[in-house]
Structures are given as C-alpha cells and as structure tokens.
C-alpha cells in the first residue's frame, strides 16, 4: 500500500503538495499554500495579481487585508461587545458563561436548553436540547480538541490567527414559526447588501440546505456548497430591518458576511464572517463567482 501510494504521489506531484499541506501545513508560506489548495479544490490556477472572481479575491484578502479589528470581529465573545455598539444590545445572544477550557463548566448552573461553541473556529458546536439525554463525555471531547487548534493554519484566513481559543456558553434558540432556527447570512461589500442565502435544514438527519436570493428577496439560481430546499423558504419577517443593520455593521469593509437568527419574531446576530467557504468552494453556475467579484472591490495592500 505504501508503494503503491509513492507510485501515485510521483505521477501526481500536484496532490503530493496538497497532502503535505494539509498534514504539515506550517511548511509553507501563506502564499504557497492557498495556490495549493485552491488549485486542488477550484481545479484552476490562483491569480493573485489580477484576481477576477469572489473566490480569487477572497484568497488576495487573506494576504493583504489585516486590519487588527477583525480579529474582535471574528471572536464569537468579543464579536458582540463589536456588533452590540453599533445595532444595540438587544439584538446579542445571550451568553451565559465563558470559559478557557471544559474543567470549569458546571453544567448544573446552565439551563436545561443550551449551546456551546469554541470562540476562536468554525464548526466546534456542541447543542443541548435536554440535559437529561446530553452526551457530556462526547461535547467536551469535540470542544478541547477545537480548543488545542489554531483555526489560521487550516485555511489561512488571517482574522482568526489572533483570537484566544475560549469556550462560550450561550442561550439556546429556536423559532415557532418555521420549526426550526434558519440562518441568514448577507453578502455585503462596502456596506451595501447584494445578495444573501438561507440556511436551513440545520442539525436534522438530512443535508443542509442553501438558497440564494438577491437583495430584494428574489430567488436566484445558485448553487455553493449545499443544494437547494425542494421549495424556497420564504421571506423572513424582518427582512428589511436584518438587512438595515447587515449594511451598517460591513460599513467600509470591502467584503463582510453578516449572520442573523429570527426567532419568534426576534432579530439575533449570529457571527461575522470574512471569507465565505474560505473561498474554496465553487459557484453553480460559475459566473455567479465572477458576479460576485464584480461586487468586491479590493482596497490598497496593507500586508505586503
């Protein structure tokens, strides 16, 4: 098996520099390693001295935007001190605690309904609808493993690289209304709103659905990372408010996803995101990607 896995490796040096990457990714510079892995998971070359679409741009971004407030915003503790002095407190998440490492929580202070999530990555979750039936041995397990990571060096996206790997305790969340809490993510450049997708589907035995709309809420033919619901979700209540308050948190900044929950009527924010996909993840049809490129005007290099 070792041979026959060399042997491969020599007629594809390419898939070599991306295992390599993957497993000692401290070897190469930021630069070498996102046009390894955009060339392994776009299947074209990275153009960073002319970048033409989303994807391309968001990697430039990585390379060249540091703004030092980004890491705040990308902080899910710190992220709503940023957010709640410009849309107001009562649109935050509750948080219940916050805590270095899974030996300081007590789960007989929280509520029987909550959540948990590393403050620092992406995807490190753990959600407790009944205390009762909680697997604790398998959430703390997930959560120090996500706190032992440095979410920079999985994809090079520069806002993380600073952010103190904690563990918050929020409240938990649910919408009457549609049975389940959908996410809507808005793609703002420059403060202006231009498209947005609905997550929904979300913790359930079956794939996470997107759906793409423009800014005025019509339906739009694209595909990006998940398929389509089998029937639209429809406008949430507070369209026009979330997309109020989207606009005013991406205020000069050339490219901001802003996240909010509806729950019963209620607007929470969710998380900022800066790098959708970690630009590695293709549009259906394509030339939504160079539409949204279109939208993402670079600024000067700050990082050179």
Not at 149 to 165: A, I
Not at 213 to 238: C, Q, V, W
Request: charged fraction near 30%; hydrophobic fraction near 35%; glycine fraction near 4%.
């Amino acid at each position: 098996m070792k041979i026959a896995k060399a042997l491969y490796y020599l007629k594809h040096p390419r898939d070599l520099q991306f295992a390599l990457a993957i497993k000692y990714p401290r070897l190469f510079s930021d630069k070498q390693f996102l046009k390894i892995f955009f060339r392994h998971l776009m299947g074209s070359e990275l153009n960073l001295k002319c970048p033409q679409t989303f994807n391309e741009k968001l990697q430039w971004l990585k390379l060249y935007d540091h703004n030092p407030q980004y890491t705040q915003m990308v902080d899910k503790h710190e992220a709503k001190k940023y957010v709640a002095s410009i849309i107001g407190e009562e649109y935050i998440i509750p948080t219940l605690a916050v805590y270095n490492s899974t030996k300081e929580i007590n789960l007989d202070v929280l509520p029987d309904k909550f959540v948990l999530k590393c403050t620092h990555d992406s995807g490190s979750v753990a959600i407790c609808k009944d205390k009762k039936t909680f697997k604790t041995d398998e959430a703390f397990a997930m959560l120090e493993k996500g706190l032992q990571k440095n979410y920079f060096w999985q994809n090079r996206e520069w806002p993380y690289k600073n952010v103190k790997p904690r563990i918050i305790a929020e409240a938990y969340l649910e919408d009457n209304d549609t049975q389940e809490l959908r996410d809507y993510k808005f793609f703002c450049f420059d403060g202006k709103v231009k498209a947005l997708f609905i997550a929904g589907d979300r913790h359930k035995d079956e794939e996470t659905k997107f759906d793409f709309f423009d800014a005025d809420f019509n339906h739009l033919n694209i595909r990006n990372g998940h398929p389509n619901a089998n029937t639209p979700p429809e406008k949430p209540h507070s369209f026009e408010k979330m997309k109020d308050m989207a606009g005013h948190l991406s205020q000069n900044i050339p490219h901001l996803r802003v996240d909010f929950y509806e729950a019963n009527g209620k607007i929470y924010f969710g998380e900022l995101t800066f790098s959708h996909w970690s630009g590695f993840t293709p549009f259906e049809p394509k030339e939504w990607d160079l539409k949204f490129g279109q939208w993402l005007k670079l600024p000067s290099k700050k990082n050179a």
